[in-house]
């Protein structure tokens, strides 16, 4: 599972995540950001999981939902296209922050569930077939393929991290 998606597998918007994720086999990749981001996102004092760096911007711990939010939609595609469903909805990421209770956890409860979730999802993605790896359905009016979602899966969270890092300073 090495070869990133070809341009057709993808929306021009998902561009930017996938070229954020480094060669190698990409289920390797995402059993390494388990691990590393876990270990990154656990570090963050309890004192910053209430930051947002600017007014209306998410705080960390609404990023780190937002997060687990991403990986269970995009998980969940996987699943959906696998199986031979055909077209799924979009999510609306700022809807999906503003009804969750992100708020309300704790950030180690967050860190905790979104390694939960990919370790869960993690199953899912060894068991594909390469043939699997290249159906493809719609999701949010585009057509994306399995392959293309694990790149996706992996980029939105190198994307995250690097948000957290650069802009909240921790």
Not at 11 to 22: A, D, E
Not at 62 to 75: K, L, N, P, Q, S
Not at 124 to 138: I, K, V
Request: hydrophobic share 35%.
């Amino acid at each position: 599972m090495s070869n990133q998606p070809k341009p057709d597998e993808f929306s021009p918007f998902h561009q930017n995540y996938i070229t954020k994720v480094p060669d190698g086999d990409i289920v390797d990749t995402l059993t390494r950001l388990k691990d590393s981001s876990y270990t990154y996102l656990s570090n963050i004092p309890a004192d910053k999981a209430d930051y947002a760096y600017a007014e209306g911007k998410w705080t960390i711990k609404e990023v780190v939902g937002h997060m687990i939010d991403a990986e269970r939609t995009f998980a969940y595609r996987i699943l959906a296209f696998s199986r031979g469903q055909e077209e799924l909805p979009g999510f609306d990421e700022n809807t999906y922050v503003e009804l969750s209770t992100s708020k309300k956890r704790t950030l180690t409860d967050l860190v905790n569930e979104f390694k939960a979730v990919r370790e869960a999802n993690l199953y899912l993605y060894r068991s594909l077939t390469p043939e699997q790896l290249l159906l493809t359905g719609m999701a949010n009016g585009s057509i994306i393929s399995i392959r293309a979602l694990l790149y996706i899966a992996a980029g939105h969270e190198i994307h995250h991290l690097n948000l957290i890092k650069d802009r909240y300073l921790v």
